[in-house]
Nanobody
């Protein structure tokens, strides 16, 4: 079993920054990747950024150059630094941990609201 605890969401003005954190605990020996998704009202969850066990990173085109995903292996924690935030970034952000072969765990979600 894997437990994820997210923190760092909130309200920020356009152009501002926020940092999300997600601490993972439990049986992580088969960890494949850690990622951030976001969900707009009435929409499915979309990938924002992912970092694999090997350190490969990918971003959604909409956040490239503004968001940075990073990982602290010692703390089993993944971060999402979000800069130059836009109102269209407003969403609920979810942390995801994927174990081999394909087993997903999700955080509780944290609201990010960007005011114009």
């Amino acid at each position: 079993q894997v437990h994820l605890v997210e923190s760092g969401g909130g309200l920020v003005q356009a152009g501002g920054s926020l940092r999300l954190s997600c601490a993972a605990s439990g049986r992580l020996f088969s960890l494949q990747s850690m990622a951030w998704y976001r969900q707009f009202p009435g929409k499915q969850r979309d990938l924002v950024a992912v970092i694999t066990r090997a350190g490969t990173i990918n971003y959604a085109d909409s956040v490239k150059g503004r968001f940075t995903i990073s990982r602290d292996n010692a703390k089993n924690t993944v971060y999402l630094q979000m800069n130059s935030l836009k109102p269209e970034d407003t969403a609920v952000y979810y942390c995801n941990v994927r174990l081999l072969p394909v087993l997903d765990y999700w955080g509780q979600g944290t609201q990010v609201t960007v005011s114009s």
